[in-house]
């Protein structure tokens, strides 16, 4: 054993993996404990030099509102009246820019205009912070807009340099850097310290599922690597991903399912307040009205019947599925749409292939093949057809529905499946369409394994194409 060891080269040994972890370690402990203290005093110094600056220079430009205009002198008269103090520089400007006041002993401004992008800020009507810190200092500028009857008349502006903070920040940095040398050394001599290491993606993942628990769908694990975890952290992402959707898909639809279920209600409560309201209707208009109403009471019982019919295939189990001729269940529907085909006068023809059997729900097969025949009369043109074809393709069954009616515009086409979709609103309230028939169509379609696209049929009209398992007899219905 010992022989192997030897023989084995010290880069790839465990020993070397841990050094090397232990290397990454200690860097990352070195830039943590010399940077974010830092930042952290730093930006506390920021946040403090923001208040103080900010609060003096509203109190200037607060006392300074009271004046009608900005002059020289009634600036200097206020701010003789006034202590502020611990600043290197304070201007005061009227609406133009112009300086009216400066505490700059040495080389005062007064009469200039102040191009400082602070004063150009506050003059647009905007509160302007700066803060750096450079050379063991702390560099602070504010400026704050003076407002008088709604309008913006000058504005304050102060500076401050803060050598003392300065220092003292510069004075931590020195000893955190030689904290960060213990540490590094003492890091090497912990072994939890490792441990932690290779349990943080672990405990990252608990905690982000936590969150999502919380109701947080959006959160998302930052995944590097390829290994077993970060594959565990790829999937909690799908998950949260699906999630989300389901999510966002339930807001969308309780939403869209309010509107629908609103514009009928509203038209019924309409035309019941004109009845009630009217003195004198005659009962022809009376029967006209109270028909109206029972048309938009249809209308909403057919949405609701369908939102119904979707919630149970959200929530149903998968169908207890069994062999399903196609062609009986194709003839079947044209039998009975065939009323809706003369009213309409829309020919019906059907292609239909003998044994082309699929392994589904009975009634789920008969939904489809409905929905789709029925749209196709229904959004048809006097004079037009539609055609059924069924054949078998390879391991397919293929179901086509043509027809000849309005179509479907190309940028219709990605959202024709969406609940609630519609392509001409108008028409499809006329009707008697809710934007549901072709989302149910799409969901029964998914449950049977198969999947449906819809493409153009030229010269005129639309093709659903619908592919389903085929079934040799082979596998076992559950």
């Known amino acids: ?48 030099k923001r208040s103080a600056l900010q609060a003096q220079a509203t109190v200037v430009a607060a006392s300074l509102a009271g004046l009608d205009e900005l002059t020289e002198s009634g600036v200097k008269q206020v701010m003789e009246l006034l202590d502020v103090v611990d600043v290197d520089r304070m201007l005061v400007t009227d609406a133009s820019g112009r300086i009216l006041y400066d505490t700059d002993g040495q080389d005062p401004a007064v009469g200039r205009y102040a191009l400082f992008p602070e004063l150009r800020d506050a003059l647009d009507g905007d509160t302007a912070f700066y803060n750096a810190y450079a050379d063991a200092a702390f560099l602070s500028r504010v400026a704050v807009p003076v407002r008088a009857r709604g309008a913006t008349i000058g504005a304050v502006y102060l500076r401050e340099t803060d050598t003392e903070q300065g220092e003292l920040l510069r004075q931590v940095q020195s000893t955190l850097l030689n904290i960060s040398l213990g540490v590094a050394v003492a890091a090497l001599l912990v072994t939890s310290v490792l441990t932690r290491a290779l349990t943080r993606r672990l405990t990252q993942l608990v905690e982000a599922i936590r969150i999502v628990r919380d109701g947080e769908y959006a959160y998302r694990l930052d995944v590097k690597g390829e290994d077993e975890l970060s594959e565990l952290g790829r999937e909690f992402n799908n998950l949260t991903q699906r999630l989300q959707s389901t999510e966002e898909l339930r807001r969308r639809f309780v939403s869209d399912a309010s509107h629908e279920l609103k514009t009928p209600l509203a038209s019924i409560r309409l035309l019941a307040d004109s009845v009630v309201q009217s003195e004198a209707m005659d009962p022809e208009t009376m029967r006209e009205f109270v028909s109206d109403i029972g048309m938009e009471a249809d209308r909403l019982n057919r949405t609701t019947e369908k939102l119904l019919q979707l919630t149970r295939m959200d929530g149903e189990a998968a169908p207890v599925r069994q062999p399903v ?13 065939a009323p809706l085909a003369r009213e309409q006068e829309v020919e019906l023809r059907s292609e239909l292939a003998p044994d082309v059997r699929v392994l589904g729900d009975p009634d789920g097969v008969y939904q489809i093949i409905f929905n789709l025949a029925e749209n196709g009369i229904k959004y048809n043109v006097r004079g037009g057809s539609v055609s059924l074809r069924l054949f078998a393709r390879e391991y397919q069954a293929v179901l086509e529905v043509e027809d000849t009616g309005i179509g479907i515009p190309e940028e219709d086409l990605p959202h024709i499946f969406d609940r609630f979709y519609r392509v001409d609103k108008a028409r499809s309230r006329k009707s008697g369409g809710s934007g549901l028939g072709l989302s149910i169509v799409r969901d029964a379609v998914v449950r049977h394994g198969g999947q449906i696209r819809v493409e153009p049929n030229y010269p005129q009209g639309s093709r659903f194409v619908v592919e389903f398992p085929l079934y040799s007899g082979e596998e076992a219905a559950p």
């Not at 050094?19 to 946040?47: H, K």
């Not at 001729?325 to 749409?337: D, F, I, N």
């Open 1 to 48: 054993m010992r022989g192997l060891l030897k023989r084995l080269p010290w880069r790839e040994s465990v020993q070397a993996q841990f050094i090397a972890v232990f290397m990454l370690l200690l860097l990352a402990l070195l830039v943590l404990l010399n940077t974010y203290p830092l930042v952290a005093i730093r930006d506390l110094v920021f946040a403090n």
């Open 325 to 337: 001729e196609l062609r009986a269940v194709v003839e079947k529907t044209l039998q009975l749409l």
